[in-house]
């Protein structure tokens, strides 16, 4: 049984580690944007790396237990999206 699907029938508690809305809250502070309109992008198939964008900036965040406990951690610093063409 996969970890996702593990973490679904046991509880989101329980070792499954942090939330999406728990980064969406993170991102929201780095990118100082609204958290309805940060927009999360997957970079991998296991969801342990995001890219989030909002309010003309992005930034990456991946899952590290460097700390004993499960986190999100920014892998790449805020910048400011290019302009459209």
Known sequence: MSRAVLCLVVGAGVGCGPSLEQLRWRASHDLSCPEGTIM?????????????????????YAVSDDSGSDEWVMTKKPEVDPPAP
């Open 40 to 60: 999360m992008t997957p970079l991998d198939e296991d969801g342990h790396a995001w890219g989030l964008r909002g309010c003309g900036k992005s930034a990456s």
